[in-house]
């Protein structure tokens, strides 16, 4: 049973570049999350997909922030127009239902020069 | 919006003694969690607390559901080296929101 995972593992970018960031949820898990994680902080939510249902995207820290959901399965974060306050450790979880554990992914860590 | 206080935020111990850490509310809620964190990994979820008053345990680990549904405890007995990380609580209730995350608790274990 394979678990949350990420990819890449390790993003460094140019200021002004825009980033995708990947997650495979569990399989068969119906809601994914996206957090940010800066050094030494707690987690930040970003966003979360439950199903069908339209994302909640009340966590995202402006509008260069986006996310998809493609097939009720893997989800991309995408950041434009990168700033170096980006910088941190993206998180991705899934759980079965919105209202059960989450379970993590091993997390992307962005550097912003 | 719904908050949880973790406290302390960080402690410094020596190996062999117990932890004690722990999480409050106002807000009540259903379910409650533990995850630990080590660097750079994500969070692994340790324990789940569905009913007030339960007590349950992982190993060394006990955590228990405050009765009043708004506090949630986490002890570990008899620390080792590989306890050092971050210790998360998060509350689940029923209203239309997921998962509510502490800041955390860091822990370092002195050998």
């Known amino acids: 049973g394979a678990g949350v995972s990420q990819s890449p593992s390790n993003k460094v970018t140019e200021k002004g570049k825009d980033v995708e960031l990947r997650c495979d949820p569990i399989s068969g898990h119906t809601a994914l999350y996206w957090y940010r994680q800066s050094l030494g902080q707690g987690l930040e939510f970003l966003i979360y997909?439950?199903?069908?249902?339209?994302?909640?995207k009340s966590g995202l820290p402006s509008d260069r922030f986006s996310a998809e959901r493609t097939g009720g399965s893997v989800s991309t974060l995408t950041i434009q127009r990168t700033q170096q306050e980006d910088s941190a450790v993206y998180l991705c979880a899934s759980s079965f239902g919105l209202y059960n554990e989450q379970f993590f992914g091993p997390g992307t860590r962005l550097t912003v020069l | 919006g719904q908050q949880l206080n973790q406290s302390p935020q960080s402690m410094f111990i020596q190996e062999g003694e117990d932890v004690s850490m722990n999480c409050t509310s106002s807000s009540i809620f259903n379910t409650w969690l533990w995850y630990k964190q080590d660097p750079g990994e994500g969070p692994v979820l340790l324990i789940a607390?569905?009913?007030?008053?339960e007590l349950t345990s992982n190993g060394r680990l006990t955590a228990q559901f405050g009765i009043t549904r708004k506090d949630s405890f986490l002890n570990i007995s008899a620390s080792i080296p590989s306890d050092v990380g971050i210790y998360f609580c998060?509350?689940?209730?029923?209203?239309?929101?997921?998962?509510?995350f502490g800041k955390g608790t860091r822990l370092s274990v002195i050998a």
């Open positions: 998060a509350g689940l209730s029923s209203g239309n929101t997921p998962l509510v």
């Open positions: 997909f439950q199903g069908n249902s339209a994302p909640d």
């Open positions: 607390l569905y009913k007030a008053g």
